[in-house]
C-alpha cells in the first residue's frame, strides 16, 4: 500500500512536517508495512520558503526586521538557484502567528517588516523572487512594506505618512522613484493562496478582516480606506487593480504586489506541488491524505487540501482531508476531489487547549481514520 501525506500546516499549531510526522505515526500502528512517503506542503503561507528550500537545496538566511506592531524580531528568507531567486513569506514578518490574541489589530498592524525582508534580498543582487502572502496579521494595502523599500506617500500637507492604516484615507501623492530604480530588471512571482478582490463583500476587510482582530465597525473602516487607495493608485498610475483575483491577498499586500511592483500572481499551491515533483508521486500512490488547520467554504479558493485533491483526481485518487477544525460551508470540498473530511477537534475548547494537544489529537483522528480503512480492505 503507498500512502502519500500531503498536508499544509496547521495555523498557530503544528507546521506541516509536524502534521505529516502525526499522520504517519499513527498510520503505521495499522499499517506497518505501508510504504508512507510524507511531502510537507504550502500554499504560499507558512512553510513555503522551508518547503522551497528542501527542495532545492537552498541557503536560510536570518536577520532582525521589525514584526506587525513594529517590535524587533529574528525573521528569515530562503535563497535557491545558485543565489539568484529569493523566497520571502511575509508571515515570517508580518504574520499573525507573531501576535498573541490581544494584539490582533488590522488597524495598527503594518507589512514594513516584509518589505525589509524583501530590500535586504535586493542588496545581495537577487534577480527573481518568490512571496508567498498567507497568514498575514495586516490590513494596510502593503503600504507599510512599499515604505520599507523606499516609496513615500504624502499628506495634504506634504508631509509623509506616519501610520500605513490609519492615514491612508490622507495621503494624496505618492512618489515611487526609489521603487522603480531597486527592481529594474526583476521578476517578481507572488504565491497566492486567495482569489479575492482588494475591496468590497468579497475583499481582504470583509473576508479576513475578523481573524486579525477587526469587528464590523473596524471591518468598513478598513474597507473604505482601501476603497480610498485604490482608487487614488488608478489615478495615479493610469490602471484598474483592485479586482484583479488576489488582490485582496494578505490584505490587500497583493494589490500592492501588481499596482506598484507589476508581480506576477499564481497559485501557491500550483507553484510548491510542481517545486517537489507531487504529481509524480501521485501517480503511484493506493491513498493521498491532506489537511489544513480550519477547513471551510474558503478552502476551495485555492488552498493547499484542493490543490492536492484536483492533482490526485487527475489520477482518480482516494483523497482523505484532515483538519483542525471545520467550519461553516467545509463540506464544498467534497465537490472539488477530496473524498472523506475529518475533524480532529473533537469538542469546543479554548485555543491554547487546543494548541497544546493538537499533535495528540491528530494522532487520535489518523488512527480512526486508519483502522476505517483497515476494515474496508478485509471486507
Known amino acids: ?42 500554499d504560499g503561507g507558512e512553510g513555503t520558503v522551508k518547503t522551497l528550500i528542501e527542495s532545492n537545496k ?28 529569493a523566497i520571502i513569506e511575509m508571515a515570517t514578518a508580518s504574520g499573525l502567528e507573531l501576535l498573541k490574541e490581544k494584539e490582533k489589530n488590522p488597524l495598527k498592524t503594518s507589512t514594513y517588516g516584509f518589505g525589509q525582508l524583501i530590500d535586504h534580498a535586493l542588496k545581495k543582487d537577487v534577480k527573481k523572487f518568490i ?25 495634504k500637507n506634504n508631509q509623509e505618512i506616519a ?46 478582516g475578523k481573524q486579525k482582530g477587526a469587528n464590523k465597525e473596524m471591518i468598513k473602516e478598513l474597507d473604505n480606506k482601501l476603497s480610498y487607495f485604490a482608487d487614488l493608485c488608478e489615478k495615479t498610475f493610469n490602471k484598474s487593480t483592485q479586482n484583479i483575483e488576489g488582490a485582496g491577498a494578505a490584505g490587500g499586500l497583493g494589490f500592492a504586489l ?9 497559485s501557491g499551491i500550483e507553484l510548491i506541488m510542481e517545486s517537489v515533483n507531487l504529481e ?40 482523505i482531508a484532515i483538519a483542525g477544525c471545520l467550519d461553516d460551508g467545509y463540506e464544498i470540498v467534497l465537490e472539488h476531489g477530496v473524498d472523506a473530511v475529518f475533524s480532529c477537534t473533537a469538542k469546543s475548547e479554548y485555543f491554547e487547549t487546543i494548541k497544546k494537544n493538537a499533535s495528540k489529537n491528530l494522532e487520535l483522528t489518523t488512527l480512526n481514520i486508519a483502522n476505517l480503512l483497515n476494515i474496508n480492505l478485509k471486507y
Open 1 to 42: 500500500m503507498n500512502i502519500i501525506i500531503a498536508p499544509d500546516s496547521f495555523k498557530e499549531t503544528l507546521e506541516a512536517k509536524e502534521v505529516a510526522a502525526c499522520i504517519e505515526k499513527s498510520l503505521q500502528k495499522v499499517f506497518p508495512n505501508a510504504n508512507i512517503e510524507k511531502i510537507p506542503l504550502a
Open 58 to 85: 537552498g541557503q536560510l538566511i536570518t536577520l532582525e526586521v521589525q514584526d506587525p506592531l513594529g517590535r524587533d524580531i529574528s525573521s528569515y528568507y530562503g535563497i535557491i538557484d545558485n543565489g539568484t531567486t
Open 131 to 155: 512571496l508567498g502572502l498567507g497568514g498575514s496579521a495586516t490590513n494596510d494595502a502593503g503600504i507599510g512594506m512599499l515604505q520599507a523599500l523606499g516609496t513615500k506617500f504624502f499628506d
Open 163 to 208: 501610520n500605513p492604516v490609519k492615514e491612508i484615507n490622507q495621503i494624496v501623492a505618492i512618489d515611487i522613484s526609489n521603487l522603480v530604480k531597486k527592481f529594474k530588471n526583476t521578476t517578481i512571482n507572488v504565491a497566492c493562496d486567495v482569489k479575492n478582490p482588494l475591496c468590497g463583500e468579497d475583499g481582504a476587510s470583509y473576508i479576513f
Open 258 to 266: 501588481v499596482t506598484f511592483l507589476n508581480a506576477n500572481l499564481q
Open 280 to 319: 509524480e508521486k501521485i501517480k503511484v500512490a493506493d491513498l493521498v491524505i491532506t489537511g489544513e488547520g480550519k477547513m471551510d467554504k474558503q478552502s476551495i479558493q485555492g488552498k493547499t487540501p484542493i490543490g492536492v485533491a484536483k492533482l490526485a483526481k487527475k489520477y482518480d485518487k482516494k483523497v
